[in-house]
């Protein structure tokens, strides 16, 4: 008996000298405690409420694949986006609930395995560009190529995603309708000094010439 009660406690201090074991799993985006995706009912509704307001706030999403992207990896990727650009690892069940009864609504459809969501304010084609950048980059080419994208509704493939970011921004858009606007004036004042010229003839034909440029 007494030799029994020393085995016991000889087992009991070499369990305690190992120590907890080592958790294995890969230290991706979906990994790491506080950087993982949230497990506390309060957490989970935060997500959502986030998720919400960088909804309202887009212009365009996409997604790609999260699994197989190290810690550093994402973090670099994060570096390389434009500033108006939120990348974010949501489970598929938030994200869900974070889309019903909005215009994104249809990207459930693409809600299958493991995703990372880019929520694009305004610079769609300098996401995109970033993104194809950086997996060329890390030799992910193969594995992680854009799964599709939703805008106003609708939903894109990985081609279509690609036609649009080639697309003018927003800003692009305004700089060029600002600088028509303004040059319309001189156009006008241009043809109008022709001899029996009517403003609305002269109007138009600065319209002509605008569409010519």
Same mark, same amino acid.
Do not use: C
């Given at each position: 008996?007494?030799?029994?009660?020393? !085995?016991?406690?000889?087992?009991?201090?070499?369990?305690?000298?190992?120590?907890?074991?080592?958790?294995?799993?890969?230290?991706?985006?979906?990994?790491?405690?506080?950087?993982?995706?949230?497990?506390?009912?309060?957490?989970?509704?935060?997500?959502?409420?986030?998720?919400?307001?960088?909804?309202?706030?887009?212009?365009?999403?996409?997604?790609?694949?999260?699994?197989?992207?190290?810690?550093?990896?994402?973090?670099?990727?994060?570096?390389?986006?434009?500033?108006?650009?939120?990348?974010?690892?949501?489970?598929?069940?938030?994200?869900?609930?974070?889309?019903?009864?909005?215009?994104?609504?249809?990207?459930?459809?693409?809600?299958?395995?493991?995703?990372?969501?880019?929520?694009?304010?305004?610079?769609?084609?300098?996401?995109?560009?970033?993104?194809?950048?950086?997996?060329?980059?890390?030799?992910?080419?193969?594995?992680?190529?854009? !799964?599709?994208?939703?805008?106003?509704?609708?939903?894109?493939?990985?081609?279509?995603?690609?036609?649009?970011?080639?697309?003018?921004?927003?800003?692009?858009?305004?700089?060029?309708?600002?600088?028509?606007?303004?040059?319309?004036?001189?156009?006008?004042?241009?043809?109008?000094?022709?001899?029996?010229?009517?403003?609305?003839?002269?109007?138009?034909?600065?319209?002509?010439?605008?569409?010519?440029?």
């Amino acid at each position: 008996m007494k030799q029994s009660m020393i !085995l016991l406690g000889l087992a009991a201090s070499a369990s305690a000298f190992n120590g907890p074991t080592p958790d294995t799993r890969p230290r991706t985006a979906l990994y790491g405690g506080a950087r993982g995706g949230a497990t506390t009912l309060e957490g989970k509704k935060e997500t959502v409420s986030q998720v919400k307001e960088l909804l309202d706030s887009s212009e365009m999403i996409f997604t790609v694949p999260a699994s197989g992207i190290a810690v550093s990896q994402v973090q670099t990727l994060r570096r390389s986006l434009p500033e108006s650009t939120t990348m974010k690892v949501v489970k598929n069940k938030l994200m869900n609930r974070a889309i019903e009864g909005t215009e994104y609504e249809p990207a459930g459809e693409m809600l299958k395995g493991a995703n990372m969501w880019f929520f694009i304010e305004e610079d769609i084609g300098g996401t995109v560009k970033s993104w194809n950048s950086f997996v060329k980059e890390e030799g992910l080419q193969e594995s992680h190529f854009i !799964l599709g994208g939703n805008i106003e509704g609708t939903n894109y493939d990985a081609k279509g995603v690609a036609a649009i970011s080639k697309l003018p921004s927003k800003i692009d858009l305004i700089t060029r309708i600002a600088g028509s606007i303004q040059a319309v004036p001189t156009k006008v004042a241009r043809v109008v000094k022709a001899p029996g010229m009517k403003v609305a003839r002269a109007i138009k034909l600065a319209g002509e010439e605008g569409g010519d440029n």
